[in-house]
């Protein structure tokens, strides 16, 4: 099974942007789903992350902003972005820890600009 990501881009501070993750198969005991992000020069943080119950937690820096949502249906998650500032200007990364392994994407640059 591998993870798609999609929907990064150029956006203006302030503006928004959804990014998504398809997975191409079916993962067996998902036990959360996650984003993470790494920007030049930085480690990779956890952004956001939803649990298989559906709890969500999210990093101070994006609190209020961000949105991560599932569709169990279509094995998608997304992130919903909105009131960008320059500082999320990374490589944004999808996680799904299932019940055997971690799976990762290949990243999606979001770039903000000033």
């Known amino acids: 099974v591998q993870l798609q990501a999609s929907g990064g881009g150029l956006v203006r501070t302030g503006g928004s942007l959804r990014l998504s993750c398809a997975a191409s198969?079916?993962?067996?005991?998902?036990?959360?789903r996650a984003w993470y992000r790494q920007a030049p020069g930085k480690q990779r943080e956890l952004v956001a992350v939803?649990?298989?119950?559906?709890?969500?937690n999210y990093a101070d820096s994006v609190k209020g902003r961000f949105t991560i949502s599932r569709d169990n249906s279509e094995n998608t998650m997304y992130l919903q972005m909105n009131s960008l500032k320059p500082e999320d200007t990374a490589v944004y990364y999808c996680?799904?820890?299932?019940?055997?392994?971690?799976?990762w994407g290949q990243g999606t640059l979001v770039t903000v600009s000033s």
């Open positions: 996680n799904v820890v299932g019940a055997f392994r971690v799976y």
């Open positions: 939803i649990t298989s119950g559906g709890s969500t």
């Open positions: 198969g079916s993962i067996n005991g998902i036990n959360a």
